[in-house]
């Protein structure tokens, strides 16, 4: 890995240099489904496009899947530093976070695993191989640099292939476009935050460039419950460091071939209490995760015909290196625990326009991943092709279809496909959409082979098979009096088999587990008055491991979020956002009890924003207003109150 390597202390350095000031601004609603949410200038965004849904530009009209889009408008307004934080409001999700910033976090998607949901960064799959279960750290990215997320629900991997047996979150950075400008923005507030961030960008019809560093630091948030902590022992808080420094370029080489590349280098340490013992307690000592994650991608984009046909080849790779140390009973930290994660992909992709409205898109990939550990290496290769179709019926009707064929040099040829129709009716513009999908999950590298012996007697099992999926949803959309009031809601529901769990014997995996998973998601948004927007989601998800007969864990029933908007004056934006979990099933600190309910909680945030000049934002935000002492998961206190505030200068552009 690069911990704290020379390109992080020249990104420190060049910081120091450049920040000119603070920003951010105050409020829209995340996690807006674009299908259905009002923008933030008009009424409704008529021409809302969704890229995930279907792997190309679409309208949200012509989508059936549930997609939710934030945006880095929402991002800025709502002042979300980190992914989760972007996440928090998104139906379908339940985001639990260990120890606060920095801290491991899992999003599980209309209640399926934390790893049945594939990731990708401009194109580039983030799911990590070096963990045990190939899931991806949702704690560990910073958002300055993110142009806009969409959360696609539901089995997708007709399209996607492994790891999207719930779904996908599709994150893009940020091009540069228009004359050159520079931002920066510092901001500084509780559990000893202080950020900053720069960036430069522009770009013309033949050359697009940006860049941008950040850096997030907060060393001093409580995680630990104060029941938990031993009678006169003190525990020190928790503390993340982490820079990120990313770039994206485009350069046309004529009027039909393109070359685009972009890069990503994050480093970050965390410190948190070190438990020991059995059950275990927290002890004065903290024990340290560092990591270093490096993704790329280059693609060249030829486009002969005048968009009738467009070929996309790309090569993407990705190094995930992380290790942790534990204190000894003396504080001192003892050899480092390394874990490294490789993947290498080439793929390519032609979108065919069959004729106006009726579209093909195929695509064919390879991939490898390799898993390095101190005393380990094993790889794999996965080979695939899918044939996707897309069609639009006098812009009433619609419909994606798609099939993916997988062979995997470890578990063999695998088949997936989706259906998604879409019809909106006449006179009363009501949108009615299902979808109906498979999806899998490959066994990742560990449960296939890694071996913790002697000390654990416990194996990898080579002839895992792949967890599998059959989902589907359906749902309406209605827009009332000129779109001002939209509102709408999905049914869904997930048959999963083929659970990859430990064994009855406890010294290996097998293929045992059988899972159902169902709920509804609705939304209502109001647009009062162009000053004054409100929307509120609701999710009722119910997860249940059909062999044991009971409840998945960190699934609750129930999640609510409210945000309401108000621009009082034209430079002045107010935003509250209201956060409503419910209770669930969790094991306690150490899973020494495996078994509990926890507590749910309500949470409210509020954020502003002062334009003082053209090219000087004044923010400030409070988060968690009432300051709930809430486990999320249990024995790990969420951030306490917090109040937050910066400047943000943008010169050129």
């Keep these: 890995m690069f911990p704290f390597s020379q390109a992080a ?30 923008a933030a200038q008009d009424s409704v965004a008529l021409d809302e496009i969704v890229v995930s849904a279907t792997g190309r530009p679409t309208p949200v009209r012509e989508v059936a899947s549930s997609v939710t ?83 696609l629900r539901g089995p997708q991997s007709g399209l996607y292939g492994a790891n999207a047996l719930g779904g996908v979150v599709s994150i893009t950075t940020r091009r540069g476009e228009g004359p050159p400008k520079m931002t920066a923005r510092v901001e500084a507030g509780s559990q000893g ?17 940006a860049f941008n560093v950040s850096h997030f630091r907060s060393d001093s948030t409580d995680s630990v419950p104060s029941q938990l902590i031993p009678p006169g022992q003190k525990v020190r808080p928790n503390a993340y460091d982490s820079y990120t420094y990313s770039a994206r370029l485009g350069f046309a080489l004529t009027d039909t071939l393109r070359l685009n590349w972009t890069g990503r280098y994050t480093d970050g340490k965390f410190l948190n209490p070190y438990d020991a013992g059995y059950p275990s307690v927290p002890t004065p000592y903290r024990g340290s995760q560092n990591y270093g994650q490096a993704m790329t991608r280059g693609e060249v984009v030829w486009d002969p015909f005048g968009g009738r046909f467009v070929s996309r080849l ?47 898109i195929m695509g064919l990939q390879y991939e490898r991943e390799r898993l390095e550990t101190t005393n380990f290496t094993a790889s794999n290769g996965n080979r695939a092709a899918f044939l996707e179709y897309q069609g639009n019926i006098q812009d009433r009707f619609f419909l994606a ?11 063999g040829d695998h088949t997936t496909w989706r259906v998604a129709p879409a019809v909106i009716l006449p006179w009363t513009d009501t949108k009615l959409k299902a979808s109906y999908g498979t999806g899998f999950k490959a066994p990742t590298l560990s449960e296939l082979f890694v071996d913790y012996r002697p000390g654990y007697n416990f194996h990898g099992n080579p002839d895992l098979r792949p967890e599998e999926s059959r989902g589907w949803d359906v749902g309406f959309e209605q827009p009332l009096f000129d779109r001002k009031l939209q509102f709408g809601a ?15 014997t406890f010294d290996s995996y097998a293929n045992v587990g059988r899972a159902r998973t169902k709920g509804v998601e609705a939304f209502a948004a109001l647009e009062i008055s162009p000053q004054f927007r ?49 209770p669930w099933i969790d094991g306690n600190r150490d899973f ?37 002492r809430w486990e999320n998961p249990v024995g790990f206190l969420v951030p306490g109150f917090g109040a937050f505030g910066g400047i943000k200068v943008a010169l050129g552009g």
């Excluded at 450049?18 to 995340?30: D, E, P, R, T, V």
């Excluded at 935050?193 to 019809?205: E, I, V, W």
């Design 490 to 504: 999905t049914w869904f529901q997930n048959n999963i088999r083929n659970l990859i769990v430990t064994n009855a």
């Design 193 to 209: 935050t202080f950020n900053q961030s720069a960036g430069f960008s522009g770009g013309t019809d033949r050359f697009d460039y």
């Design 401 to 411: 279809a798609n099939i993916r064929r997988d062979d995997n040099d470890s578990y």
């Design 314 to 360: 790309g090569l993407s790779y990705t190094n995930q290196d992380r290790f942790s140390r534990s204190p000894n009973a003396f504080g001192l930290l003892g050899l480092p625990t390394e874990y490294l994660g490789e993947r290498t992909k080439v793929d390519w992709r032609g979108d065919l326009e069959i004729a106006k409205g009726h579209n093909l």
């Design 9 to 38: 202390e020249r990104g420190r350095l060049l910081l120091s240099v450049s920040l000119l000031g603070l920003a951010c601004s105050a409020g829209a609603a995340l996690g807006q489904d674009r299908a259905a949410a009002p």
């Design 69 to 151: 889009v934030v945006t880095a408008e929402e991002i800025e307004q709502q002042q979300r530093r980190t992914l989760p934080q972007a996440l928090a409001t998104v139906p379908g999700l339940n985001i639990v976070q260990i120890g606060g910033p920095g801290g491991q976090t899992s999003v599980f998607m209309r209640g399926t695993n934390s790893n049945h949901v594939k990731v990708l960064i401009d194109g580039i799959e983030a799911n990590d191989p070096s963990t045990p279960n190939r899931s991806f750290d949702f704690g560990s990215m910073q958002t300055d640099d993110i142009e806009r997320i969409e959360v």
């Design 534 to 582: 409100i929307r509120a989601d609701y999710t009722f998800t119910l997860a249940k491991d059909e062999s044991a007969r009971q409840e998945l864990l960190r699934r609750p029933r129930h999640k609510a979020s409210a945000t309401a908007t108000w621009t009082p004056m034209e430079k002045l934006t107010l935003s509250a956002t209201l956060i409503y979990v419910g």
């Design 592 to 628: 020494s009890v495996s078994r509990l309910k926890a507590k749910g909680a309500t949470l409210v945030n509020l954020a502003a924003e002062y334009k003082a000049t053209d090219k000087v934002t004044v923010f400030g935000r409070i988060d968690n207003l009432f300051d709930k």
